[in-house]
């Protein structure tokens, strides 16, 4: 298995339980979870998603996802409604970890509170959140 | 040893495809010397030890008196009075009490070797060839053992294991156990962690005591009435005999997960939405792709094909009882 190396992309938002967010004009917005979360987890075998029409809340637990040892929450970086869930990951749960920004994304969302996007983090703040922890 | 190396699914699948190699010396290991050894070991051991020939090896429980599983282990015999017992470590303190205890009034010395011996578990479809040239060693039959000379020092090989492949267990002396190590991986043996073990040795149904086995539930609940002769009188026989002849409440069963969800240790079994049990071992299985384990259920649930669900999280998950192993080669 080979794991891309660690990389958090500048256009990003990051949560610091380790989910990103990407802004998708000002009413949608992509979710996952970061390099470093895959990392911590390990191979993820299997992602429980949200169903379309859920509504999630900014800090609370909206997916699971797991590794052969360990169940992990995931944590919404925003608020909003889910308008489509990445059912590529049913069959391939392990692009999480190949690619967590881009086939391994989990989720995406109509924001109910946009303006809740300046409590997030940059891509620096977040790297200097992982060197400090 | 860590969880892992590189990666759950990929040591899994060396040893299920290739070799790979556990570092197992948190085993404990004790040994039972003098001429009351055998019929001490009848004493205290579920199994008929009585069968075990020189060089022979043999799997029993340590019961207590209510025949509670203290302990599971492998019984080697080097000698005719001699026999080493590998102990799972976080019971080997209790057990060599246990032992020391149930050894008044036999004729037996009772040692903690554990010092003496690191252990790596080679396993796999290819694990034999590969020993066996590396080492340079000649390998015992399956389920037997033998004495050979590996980094220069005494060893023992036995040809046991606890991944449902073939392979074998060296017992080797601590000091040269890294240089072996290092030799067996310069031959393509895959190093393996904990998180393998656990996910090999779930598919072939393989008991770990302090999940599936426990001081509170007997072998016959826990579907080891196979390693339990009453007849030889061992400490929890009448237990053990009452509970074959009765029948017990709950019985341990593998089950398959049949769509998502994985299943953890402590999961509620359901039937029918009433609780019926609870998992004991739970994880994804790497070569079946799904979520597989164990679990104390009903015993009239327990039969293969029963469908019921695991509370998942929260998330009833609908599971199927399955017939041992889960996993078969092949």
Request: hydrophobic fraction near 40%; aromatic fraction near 6%; include cysteine.
């Amino acid at each position: 298995m080979t794991l891309a190396d660690a990389h958090y992309p500048d256009e990003l938002l990051y949560h610091d339980q380790h989910d990103w967010a990407r802004l998708d004009g000002d009413e949608h917005a992509v979710f996952g979870i970061t390099w470093y979360a895959q990392d911590s987890l390990g191979e993820v075998v299997f992602y429980d998603p949200p169903e379309v029409g859920d509504t999630i809340d900014k800090d609370q637990s909206y997916a699971e996802v797991e590794s052969v040892k360990a169940v992990s929450d995931v944590i919404a970086p925003l608020s909003g409604e889910v308008v489509e869930v990445n059912d590529g990951l049913a069959d391939a749960p392990e692009q999480i970890n190949g690619d967590p920004y881009g086939e391994g994304w989990l989720v995406k969302v109509k924001l109910s509170h946009p303006n809740e996007a300046e409590q997030l983090l940059g891509a620096g703040e977040y790297r200097k959140l992982l060197e400090n922890s | 040893m860590p969880v892992l190396y590189e990666g759950i699914k990929e040591e899994h699948s060396a040893v299920r495809t290739h070799a790979g190699v556990f570092d197992v010396s948190h085993m404990g290991e004790v040994e039972v010397e003098g001429p009351g050894a055998l019929a001490f070991l009848q004493r205290v051991l579920s199994n008929d030890v009585a069968k075990v020939e020189l060089g022979g090896a043999q799997y029993s429980c340590l019961c207590a008196e209510d025949g509670g599983v203290l302990d599971d282990l492998f019984a080697y015999r080097l000698g005719g009075d001699r026999y080493l017992l590998v102990t799972n470590s976080a019971n080997h303190e209790a057990d060599l009490a246990w032992l020391g205890r149930w050894s008044r009034g036999f004729d037996v010395a009772v040692r903690d070797v554990a010092d003496r011996y690191a252990m790596l578990a080679v396993q796999g479809p290819h694990a034999r060839p590969i020993v066996a040239r590396t080492l340079g060693i000649e390998l015992p039959a399956r389920m037997r053992v033998s004495t050979a000379r590996i980094g220069g020092r005494p060893a023992l090989v036995c040809g046991t294991g606890y991944t449902g492949e073939d392979g074998v267990e060296l017992l080797i002396d601590p000091e040269v156990a890294p240089a072996i190590w290092a030799e067996l991986l310069d031959a393509g043996v895959v190093p393996c962690g904990l998180g393998a073990r656990d996910t090999l040795r779930l598919e072939a149904c393989f008991h770990l005591h302090g999940n599936d086995l426990s001081p509170a539930r007997n072998p016959i609940e826990a579907g080891l009435g196979w390693c339990c002769a009453e007849a030889t009188g061992f400490v929890g026989a009448e237990a053990v005999a009452s509970a074959r002849r009765e029948g017990t409440a709950e019985q341990l069963a593998p089950f398959e997960i049949e769509g998502p969800g994985i299943p953890r240790q402590g999961n509620p079994v359901l039937a029918g939405g009433e609780p019926a049990g609870e998992v004991t071992s739970g994880s994804f299985s790497p070569s079946l792709e799904r979520g597989i384990g164990m679990a104390y259920v009903r015993t009239d649930l327990a039969e293969p094909g029963t469908a019921l669900e695991i509370d998942v999280r929260g998330k009833h998950r609908a599971a199927r009882i399955a017939s041992k192993p889960l996993y078969r080669k092949g």
